[in-house]
């Protein structure tokens, strides 16, 4: 079965960095474009960024754009989230997902049919 498996989560102060990893497997990784969202506590689960198949194309929701970035590793089967400079309201579970493709828009949920159980990133001020 498809499995998609994040680490890399932890508590860091505001201003540092964290990677995120996301392991896939039970998919054909190469032939997925993948994204990462989050979830504040208490809040809607939020796009993040995405990356196509090769990862030669990327696209980032402005509240992150110019500090993370999303790479992948088709060999390894394993999609990154590097986070500089993070800031408090970064604080969230954060999810891998895989897409399915459909026509609508990159920033939406439904567009994703496999996600991983989440990390936490918890950002100290």
């Known amino acids: 079965q498809v499995q998609l498996v994040e680490s890399g989560g932890g508590l860091v102060q505001a201003g540092g960095s964290l990677r995120l990893s996301c392991a896939a497997s039970?998919?054909?990784?190469?032939?997925?474009?993948m994204a990462w969202f989050r979830q504040a506590a208490g809040k809607d689960r939020d796009f993040v960024g995405r990356?196509?198949?090769?990862?030669?194309?990327?696209y980032y929701a402005d509240s992150v754009k110019g500090r993370f970035t999303i790479s992948r590793d088709n060999a390894k089967n394993t999609v990154y989230l590097q986070m500089n400079s993070l800031k408090p309201e970064d604080t969230a579970v954060y999810y891998c997902?895989?897409?399915?493709?459909?026509?609508?828009?990159?920033?939406?949920?439904?567009?994703?049919?496999?996600w991983g159980q989440g990390t936490q990133v918890t950002v100290s001020s």
């Open positions: 997902a895989a897409d399915s493709g459909p026509p609508i828009a990159y920033s939406a949920s439904a567009r994703y049919d496999y």
């Open positions: 039970g998919l054909t990784f190469s032939g997925r474009a």
């Open positions: 990356i196509s198949r090769s990862g030669g194309t990327t």
